[in-house]
């Protein structure tokens, strides 16, 4: 995982997300890095990965296979 600061970062609610506030996911973009976070606990923390990690699962979900 990687070190990256959520104060610089800008975040942006899933589509997919509940609009009764359940199942409710966060992610956000910086140079060359992918972050996510649960909306409801966002005090929790987030990850961080490598852009190319995430543009590689986001391609997986899409084509059915996660």
């Not at 970062?9 to 992918?34: D, F, I």
């Not at 987030?46 to 084509?63: D, G, I, Q, R």
Request: some cysteine; proline content about 3%.
């Amino acid at each position: 995982m990687l070190a990256v600061s959520a104060s610089h970062l800008t975040w942006h609610k899933s589509s997919y997300s509940s609009a009764k506030g359940q199942n409710c996911v966060e992610a956000a973009a910086a140079p060359g890095v992918a972050a996510v976070r649960d909306t409801q606990n966002r005090d929790l923390g987030h990850l961080a990965f490598p852009a190319s990690e995430w543009t590689a699962l986001l391609a997986e979900v899409k084509v059915g296979n996660l």
